[in-house]
């Protein structure tokens, strides 16, 4: 059976100052009518029952994971104790799907993505959990490049493994972010595409290599399993190692490891400048939520509080007005936004983190 | 007698949202602990009684100015019904000061200057009383040049007329503000010297001046005079020419003017810039009133509300924040902001004027 994962730790900290640290990007409501978070539910509903769906979270937001999905077994939303980055998040989803379906395919999503052609990421979805469940292998979602993007990671496709409708291909390499000319050359050449993130595998599979590249994760997740995943699995979750799915168990696997190139219009929703691609803008290129006064400025991304906000004369900025906080930068710098997050740590800001 | 006369009428647009319709600049706080008026009627003090001053305003700030210069008589803060620039209001002002003092001279001062060395200030003002009671002369002050200012007018000096501590030129001729190009000739000249809008005459002189180049002005100063200077005036004032002592009675009279070069650190506080010569920068060049995090950002205008407000990588940006509107603009743009005051009007947003 096809379980679902939804990753839903992340801080999102360059959504700040709307993204907070009580209310993270994945809670946002500002790229649709409904959070990142049931967007990604809902697209998968279609094609994976409520019952099987895990959701990993901070142990802060589980009461809200489950008012938002109440469809969802309460004892399947886990709140992790600490971030620990995914690798032993998915470590423990795959125990757990185990535990209920010993034939798990899992879907490893991230919480806080947009996909435009939901159809279209359903049939993918399906096609690489039959591939997932036959083979064994892992299958991640490449997405085809539209532009030589900086701020992905790509993967370098091999040999073609199975055609048809969906090909898939064995993954040659991960890269890393690359700088733009190394983009450019990636854009080019053909064979690269976006790092999705998302992936699927059998969860005994995932097991088995955790059980070779990262074996304290599936001894922790076995103490937690065994002793019922509930606040008592804290003191065991603690102990586990800080380690990213693609480092720990992708890319010692890589050679062995399936890609699946698609199309559905995704985007991972990774910075405010992500708003271009998601909202219409005026046309002088503003991408405006709310009611500003814009004159003579264009190419900016304003989204207005209560009070009444001017730009006059600003080329390509990024103004977001909150409650309580007003954030002010060019466009470029809106990967920086960190930058202020940690800023106020420094400077014990603690009220608007 | 020395007599002040502080034209108090201004609606202070560039200082949008901080100046409004009900609180035009010469009622800011913004460049001091007192109001700009505040501050032109003490700096006057030591040398002119406040019996001896006229305040004009507009009529619906006649109650904020009295409470504001509790010692001027009442009846001497005097309330424009309808705008008509400095002409009618030097020529009623000095009609009423005639009536009480027919040996009257008076300094006419804008309300919303700002002025460094008031010592200097008053001693330029006593000796320029000095001149123009006994000559029957117009004598203007003329501001040393800094460097070569494009945001104001420039007196063109000629022959020497009285030497001294401080040496009184004939004027040659008034110049409307410069390009780039025409004020630094200017400035390179030497005889040229901003045009501050400050003068001193006899108020009988001034009078004689209006009788022959603008005479409908002394006519209905003499009817209001007459008849009262209060509530009942506003059907003739109503007719009288719009237009500057400038362009009214200066102009015409050049050659038979004075002009006093003056050296008192004077700033018309002219915009949101003019804080650059009023308060001081930090490290970066940032000029900051609040408290806002600033994070790789310098040569920035800054003033906070309520709200954090960040900066991010921003150079030479003007930022206001006030509890119901927001201005963000490039420094360059600060001489624009009428602009929005404009658009304002243009789209009804009348709470916001």
């Known amino acids: 059976m096809l379980w679902a994962v939804i990753m839903a730790g992340g801080s999102g900290t360059r959504f700040w100052p709307e993204s907070r640290e009580a209310t993270p990007k994945q809670f946002l409501r500002v790229f649709g009518k409904k959070t990142l978070l049931e967007q990604t ?67 490893l999503l991230p919480a806080d993505h947009r996909i435009e052609d939901e159809a279209a990421f359903r049939r993918a979805l399906k096609h690489a959990a039959l591939v997932a469940q036959s083979t064994g292998l892992s299958v991640t979602f490449g997405v085809k490049p539209a532009f030589a993007h900086t701020g992905y990671g790509y993967l370098e496709l091999g040999g073609i493994f199975s055609k048809g409708a969906l090909p898939v291909f064995r993954l040659k390499h991960f890269h890393e972010k690359p700088d733009l000319k190394r983009a450019q ?45 509930k606040p008592g699995m804290d003191k065991f979750y603690a102990g586990m190692p800080n380690i990213s799915i693609d480092y720990a168990l992708m ?32 046309k002088e290129g503003n991408i405006v939520l709310g009611e ?15 009070k009444l906000t001017v730009l006059l004369g600003m080329k390509d900025h990024l103004v977001v007005d909150t409650h309580d906080a007003l954030l002010i930068c060019p466009v470029s710098h809106a990967q920086s936004i960190r930058k202020v997050v940690h800023a106020l740590k420094a400077k014990k800001l603690r009220r608007h983190l």
């Open 251 to 282: 890319e010692p696997l890589k050679g062995k490891i399936l890609a699946c190139p698609v199309d559905f219009g995704w985007n991972d929703v990774g910075s405010w400048e992500s708003l271009r691609d998601l909202h219409p803008a005026d």
């Open 292 to 306: 500003p006064l814009l004159i003579e400025s264009g190419g900016n991304i304003v989204k207005t509080g209560k």
């Open 41 to 107: 539910f809902e697209r998968l509903k279609p094609l994976i029952s409520p019952r099987h769906t895990l959701v990993v979270t901070q142990k802060d937001k589980v009461s809200r994971v489950r008012a938002l999905m109440k469809k969802v077994p309460a004892a399947q939303v886990v709140g992790e104790p600490v971030g620990r980055n995914t690798a032993p998040c998915a470590v423990l989803a795959a125990r757990m799907a185990l535990e209920k379906d010993p034939e798990a395919v899992i879907a």
């Open 185 to 229: 050359k990636f854009f080019k050449a053909g064979r690269f595409l976006w790092n999705s993130g998302m992936f699927v595998w059998k969860a005994s599979a995932l097991l088995e290599a955790a059980q070779k590249y990262l074996p304290e994760a599936p001894q922790i997740a076995e103490k937690i399993v065994r002793a019922g995943v």
